[in-house]
Nanobody, 117 residues
Framework: EVQLQASGGGLVQAGGSLRLSCVAS????????IGWFRQAPGKEREGVSC????????YYGDSVKGRFTISSDNAKNTVYLQMNNLKPEDTAVYYC??????????WGQGTQVTVSS
């Protein structure tokens, strides 16, 4: 069973930091990229960042460049998203997923990040 468990969200003040974790199981971690997505109320799900376990190539959405850092620990099948200088507009439910997604893959419940002004 493919599982990707996101955790580490919480309530922080603007300018604060959080580190999200995504623990993966049930598939060959090294054969996939792992991506972070987020969805704010009333908005479409948005790609935040992605890292390839195979070659280390990294992508960031424009709104988070310079503030967020993605990393992976392949031995632990875990991807992290370090979020610094958080802004209220970062408030969303954050999800992690393997890329490409399989037909049976679930987004799960994600982890809530709330940034207060």
């Amino acid at each position: 069973e493919v599982q990707l468990q996101a955790s580490g969200g919480g309530l922080v003040q603007a300018g604060g930091s959080l580190r999200l974790s995504c623990v993966a199981s049930g598939f060959t971690f090294d054969d996939h990229a792992i991506g972070w997505f987020r969805q704010a109320p009333g908005k479409e799900r948005e790609g935040v960042s992605c890292i390839s376990a195979n070659n280390g190539k990294i992508y960031y959405g424009d709104s988070v460049k310079g503030r967020f850092t993605i990393s992976s620990d392949n031995a632990k099948n875990t991807v992290y998203l370090q979020m610094n200088n958080l802004k209220p507009e970062d408030t969303a439910v954050y999800y992690c997923t393997r890329l490409p997604r399989g037909r049976s893959d679930s987004w799960g419940q994600g982890t809530q990040v709330t940034v207060s002004s």
